[in-house]
């Protein structure tokens, strides 16, 4: 899978969370449900991906740590 900058990037900030394995078929599931795919991920999806991986996120680490990491993430994937 040839993914975009944006699609690697948010891999690698997912990676802390869920580990690089994980954190791939995380985005590629998640982009498919925000309707594109890892290969034409840009900054215009994010948002979308990032609310789909909301519930996910919300029971592995909990709501209040779910919400923290994907603001950082949201923040780092801005810069």
Partial sequence: M?????????IELLSSYLGPHNARVAVK????KA??????LGNEQVDSV??????????????AAAAG???????????
């Fill in 29 to 32: 599931t998640f982009c498919k």
């Fill in 69 to 79: 990491a994907l603001a950082r993430i949201r923040e780092e994937l801005n810069k």
């Fill in 50 to 63: 990032l609310e789909a991986l909301k519930p996910m996120m919300n029971t592995l680490l909990g709501k």
């Fill in 35 to 40: 309707g594109c795919t890892p290969e034409n």
């Fill in 2 to 10: 040839a993914e975009s900058e944006t699609s690697r990037r948010l």
